[in-house]
């Protein structure tokens, strides 16, 4: 069989076509690829017929005169607050580490943290890990005494 034509193909697409012709077109479709291409694009145009005849030329003019313009910010006033935003932010990190300076709050948290640090035997994790050491230990032995009464 040879190729068809994009205008026999869109001919099938919308079903105008007899029965046995069509179970034609539907063999060669299995061996011809540019057959193939042509039908999907045949059964794109009979699905979904141009835009541009269904809609008219000033849909688009028309859509756009309805969408709002996003206000603009001018420059100047965007980067004057960011900058003082930045100087803002600056100085109370500044302030609060004064504070926390001059009120010996750092130091504190240095003697804390020596605290934890030598009381790290006292620990709730370690001694967690310490009883299950034990409880583990008590299994064994009493598996032990079991195999050997046996």
Known sequence: ????????????????????????????????????????????????????????????????????KPKEVPREKAGGNIKKQTLMHYGVAAAMTVLLMSTGAFSQLVNIASTFAANEDRSIVNGFLQNTDSITEKIETTLEEENKDE
């Open 1 to 68: 069989m040879n190729h068809q034509t994009y205008g026999q193909w869109l001919h099938y697409a919308k079903d105008e076509l007899d029965e046995e012709l069509r179970v034609q077109y539907e063999n060669h479709l299995y061996s011809c690829d540019h057959c193939l291409e042509l039908y999907v694009k045949a059964v794109e145009e009979a699905d979904y017929p141009s835009l541009a005849d269904s809609v008219g030329a000033s849909f688009s003019d028309s859509v756009m005169k309805h969408i709002e």
